[in-house]
């Protein structure tokens, strides 16, 4: 019989060996720390690039919770839970396209922003860029949430009656939300769209009235309520300078006037948009059904098979539009790590 000492050396060196192969909650978000000290550091830029690797949201986040016990236990807090909320944020934009887990991670941030004591500008600017991010991920229920948090510490920001407006109008599509959405519950929510819409119209901003109005008009139009939906954008239009936002008014007047049988005016629309932005899928479509239906089929034809010869799409300002605040989002971050000292 071996000796107890060499007996307890082997199961120690044994031990050794299973953990060797079984990686504990350090080995797994070694990584994490790196990341974040060097973030933390002020290489910003360099980490947000590196977070679109990551290839799983949710697994970050449990790794965040582990690495924050650690982290929280240096001096200042109050700046370590800005590193940490600035971090996740980061990563819920850079990986928007994983959807609800981006909302997850952004959100587990905002508890770390919750808790400063003192919130001051890094605190609005950090709101306003998760509102991007939320966008991004088209993620109705955490953006709602989010709007509650940031009215907590900022009750005046002027941003807040356009978010809430946008995550009613997320949730009356079902494709972004958790459940299929009845048809009462469909008209509901854009009822209620409209009317938050209406109310950021009475901004001091020209830029919240601005998106207000546009995004009025096509709640308004999915409602069936064309007439509302053109004054709406009428109303918008002088106050539009973005290339893009004009081209999404302009898309939506055309939709509306077609449904209220005024189809010159419509393919004006339609053509003044392709004058922002040629060859854009969606409008390049919607005049190709009005020719096709108004019996010009050898102009849809044309308009049609020019749009599918191209190698590579032209970008089309409707894909921005669900996710909302998103194409802020570079802007918003910029802005955000200026403060974060």
Known sequence: MLPVKTIVTRLVAALAAVLALTPSAAAQNAWVVDWLREYAGGKHVAIANDLRKVASISRLESDLEIVSKTWLKQEPVDQRRRELAAFALEAGFAQAVQGTAAGKLVEWGCKQIRR????????????????????????????????????????????????????????????????????????????EAAKRYREATASSDPGIQAEALLRLGHVEMARGKLDAAVSALDHAEPLLSDAADRYLLLLFRGQALERLKQPDAARRAYESALAIQPGAHSATMALASLLFRTG??????????????????????????????????????????????
Request: aromatic content about 12%.
């Open 296 to 341: 010009e089929r050898a102009d849809a034809d044309r308009l049609v098979s020019a749009l599918m010869a191209r190698a590579e799409p032209v970008p089309d300002p409707w894909w921005f539009y669900w996710p909302a605040d998103y194409r802020y989002g570079i802007e918003r971050l910029q802005a955000m790590r200026e403060v974060l000292k």
């Open 116 to 191: 400063v004591t003192k919130p001051g500008e890094f605190e609005r600017r950090w709101h306003l860029a998760a509102f991007s991010a939320l966008g991004g991920a088209i993620d109705p229920d955490n953006l709602q949430a989010h709007v509650t948090h940031m009215k907590f510490h900022f009750p005046n920001e002027p941003r807040l009656l356009f978010e809430r407006a946008v995550a009613s109008e997320l949730s009356a599509a079902d494709v972004f939300t958790k459940r299929r959405v009845s048809a009462g519950e469909v008209e509901d929510r854009n009822a």
